[in-house]
């Protein structure tokens, strides 16, 4: 990997004079940028190009390069590099397309390719990619063509520059380019640029690992259609985290049509989107919504040295443009706390013609005639423990005025404070260069701080476990404790046996059974086909519900029985379940199902009936313990259902969590056998009273239908 970011020499094969093909726009760069390293052009048709020696093959280069950029056919592609191979190639670089993301024919080239990789160990990026650029060495052997519009800085890259280099990894050609350009129009400072292509042979993780280690690079950006390599993600996030790296990325595929054209460009399922969320929000993944949101937070990453949270001070010169901000920012999720008395007092000593005070603050504009009152202000809210972040909205001429004293509070203070120019100010660098990032639009400032400064408090925090996925699921695997084709009623009995408390309830093989339990309960009853073919017996109708008495059991053990046979003639009957009716507070669903890419997933949402109609859910990679399942039940629409809505009793949330908790456990016990396992409804009675599964299923992973890639 070191010799394809930063190769010490490069070979071009199917190199060309001609600036407008690939094959001459990458050998180019090279000439133009003043890359310091050996290059050899490769073309029988010519004896030099660009004032170098051109190689007939690459069998004449005189030393065995680092890396080889192969600009030529699909059908060419193989052949070359198994000479570069026999060369003693390291690494390549692949532009052609007509691989797997053209058709079956392509697909089976890609399967050569990746035969190739493995067999020879060479690092191959590509196929049907743009190419790399390393901008500190000016190894730049992408064809595109901007960067003669933005090209690397002139002065070498400071390796301990304390805010630190950035590097776009895209599996896009088209988005590298934009977001390259869009972040140095941004300010963002880049080190290295890489489409991925189609990713045969390396696939987008194994980047981001690469850049985990790397000392220089403190930011990358990135575009994702889908990835390939669950685990490899997992801890290639762990591992950036660990660093106090970011990454901030745009994902497609949330709607129907993107996870379609995202399949047809570079071959690529888009994946379920809620749990890709889920995996995000535990590791810490900035995801951001278009290419301008996220260089803003790539821009704000570069002051990542200041301290931040999601306590935000706005100081204004507007008190209209206060309060919109604060809306904003509140919507976002952050907090913009009232200041505490003391400080409150402090500020109307030092600036008594401040108009508001509790935060938002009314600077008013009088502010700016009086020397020293920035000063005052700016600091205190830079000192006080209230807040983590400070902005300042301010219109040019008026930020000039207070330039001077914004930037010596932010030389001497760590904290983040943020300034918003409305006009055209002339100290922008100036508070760049002392730490002060300037934004001129409010919306997208409040949008880029609104994932950032999330970013940032989750930094601060202990990194919560989550589980690879297994990445062997085939063949024959065991069910620990249970039978594979457990039926609703064993299914909870093992579930009980992981701490899930479940409801009591009698299985019964005849109908005189039934009616004799029934004349002996003081309860209405539910009636339920037991089979573990049909998984929803509502649909199927096998469920009779508040049955009373011998004629009412009678009716509903024959109907349950007949409803079966209607809709699911083959499949095996254990006998009829008979349960108590139960009340609560709530019903929730809890469900565990594995995803292809990140394994097991656990949803959490309002339950029962109503749960597709509503979807109101959320989700979390597994493991999950009380303390996350609580977060879950705080994100549904539905929570204040649980809290005591309008003088109703509080639910038993201490209970419901316990019982998310152990359907955790019972789901990693499964482990590779768990394809899902789901309690619909989890019955949350009132607090002290405890919470109950009325049903559940369990589909072994050769039995659960295959995982499609259906956004959610």
């Known amino acids: 990997m070191r010799k394809l970011f930063d190769p010490q020499s490069i070979a071009i094969i199917g190199a060309t004079g001609d600036r407008r093909r690939i094959g001459g726009i990458a050998l180019d760069h090279l000439v133009a940028f003043e890359y310091a390293g050996s290059i050899y052009p490769i073309n029988p048709k010519y004896e030099a190009l660009f004032g170098l020696p051109c190689y007939p093959d690459i069998e004449s280069v005189p030393n065995t390069p680092d890396l080889v950029v192969l600009s030529v056919a699909a059908a060419s592609v193989l052949p070359a590099l198994e000479r570069c191979h026999a060369r003693g190639v390291a690494a390549a670089i692949v532009y052609a397309s007509g691989?797997?993301?053209?058709?079956?024919?392509?697909?089976?080239?890609?399967?050569?390719?990746?035969?190739?990789?493995?067999?020879?160990?060479?690092?191959?990026?590509?196929?049907?990619?743009?190419?790399?650029?390393?901008?500190?060495?000016?190894?730049?052997?992408?064809?595109?063509?901007?960067?003669?519009?933005?090209?690397?800085?002139?002065?070498?890259?400071?390796?301990?520059?304390?805010?630190?280099?950035?590097?776009?990894?895209?599996?896009?050609?088209?988005?590298?380019?934009?977001?390259?350009?869009l972040g140095c129009e941004r300010g963002v400072r880049f080190k290295h640029f890489v489409n991925t292509g189609n990713e045969a042979c390396l696939e987008f993780s194994e980047y981001l690992s690469y850049l985990a280690d790397e000392p220089d690079t403190r930011t990358i950006i990135g575009y994702i259609e889908g990835l390939r390599d669950g685990a490899r993600f997992i801890d290639a996030a762990r591992r950036l985290r660990a660093n106090g790296k970011a990454l901030i990325v745009i994902k497609v595929g949330d709607t129907e049509k993107g996870a379609q054209a995202a399949l047809s460009h570079t071959a690529a399922l888009s994946g379920n989107q809620a749990v890709y969320d889920a995996a995000f929000r535990q590791l810490g993944v900035m995801r951001a919504t278009d290419p301008s949101h996220l260089v803003d937070i790539a821009y704000l990453a570069r002051f990542s040295a200041r301290s931040a949270g999601r306590r935000v001070a706005v100081a204004s010169i507007s008190g209209a443009m206060g309060a919109l901000l604060t809306d904003l920012l509140v919507a976002r999720g952050l907090d913009v706390p009232t200041l505490p008395d003391a400080l409150q007092a402090e500020l109307k000593s030092r600036a008594p013609t401040i108009g508001m005070l509790a935060n938002p603050i009314d600077l008013t504009a009088q502010i700016f005639d009086q020397a020293g009152v920035a000063t005052a202000v700016i600091g205190s809210l830079a000192q006080t423990e209230a807040v983590d972040a400070v902005v300042i909205y301010a219109t040019g001429f008026l930020l000039d005025r207070i330039a001077d004293e914004a930037i010596a509070v932010a030389r001497s203070s760590g904290r983040l404070i943020v300034a918003i120019d409305s006009g055209r100010a002339t100290c922008r660098e100036a508070l760049q260069h002392a730490g002060i990032p300037v934004f001129t639009d409010v919306a997208r400032c409040v949008a880029a701080l609104g994932t950032y400064l999330h970013w940032r408090a989750f930094q601060s925090t202990d990194a919560a476990p989550v589980i690879p996925p297994s990445q062997d699921v085939s063949g024959s695997v065991s069910v620990p404790g249970i039978e594979r084709d457990a039926d609703e009623h064993q299914t909870k009995r093992w579930l009980a046996g992981h701490g899930v408390p479940v409801v009591a309830e009698a299985v019964v093989a005849d109908v005189e059974s039934a009616v004799r339990f029934a004349q002996g309960s003081s309860m209405p009853l539910a009636v339920k086909i037991l089979s573990p073919d049909i998984a929803h017996k509502t649909e199927a109708g096998g469920v009779r519900l508040g049955v009373q008495g011998e004629a009412g059991m009678r009716e509903a053990f024959a109907a349950v029985h007949d409803g079966a046979r209607r809709s699911h003639p083959d499949a095996k009957i254990n006998g009829v379940l008979l349960q108590p009716m139960e009340s609560g507070i709530c019903e929730l669903i809890v469900g565990v199902t594995r995803d292809p890419?990140?394994?097991?997933?656990?949803?959490?949402?309002?339950?029962?009936?109503?749960?597709?109609?509503?979807?109101?859910?959320?989700?979390?990679?597994?493991?999950?313990?009380?303390?996350?399942?609580?977060?879950?039940?705080?994100?549904?629409?539905?929570?204040?259902?649980?809290?005591?809505?309008?003088?109703?009793?509080?639910?038993d949330i201490d209970a419901a969590c316990r019982a998310i908790a152990a359907v955790s456990r019972a789901a990693l016990a499964l482990g590779p056998a768990c394809g899902e396992l789901e309690i619909n409804p989890l019955l949350v009675r009132q607090v002290g009273m405890g919470a109950v599964a009325l049903d559940a299923l369990l589909l072994t992973a050769q039995t659960a239908p295959a995982a499609e890639p259906e956004p959610v």
């Open 99 to 181: 691989f797997a993301e053209e058709s079956a024919a392509g697909a089976a080239l890609q399967d050569e390719l990746v035969r190739f990789a493995r067999r020879t160990g060479m690092v191959v990026s590509g196929p049907n990619c743009m190419g790399h650029a390393n901008l500190r060495t000016r190894a730049i052997t992408a064809f595109a063509t901007l960067f003669k519009d933005y090209p690397p800085p002139a002065e070498a890259l400071a390796a301990k520059d304390d805010t630190g280099y950035a590097a776009v990894v895209t599996q896009s050609g088209n988005l590298c380019g934009m977001l390259y350009a």
């Open 597 to 651: 890419v990140f394994g097991l997933a656990m949803t959490v949402g309002l339950g029962g009936i109503f749960t597709e109609l509503f979807r109101d859910v959320t989700h979390r990679l597994l493991p999950v313990d009380e303390s996350t399942a609580r977060e879950m039940l705080r994100e549904l629409k539905a929570y204040p259902l649980m809290t005591g809505f309008r003088g109703k009793p509080a639910a």
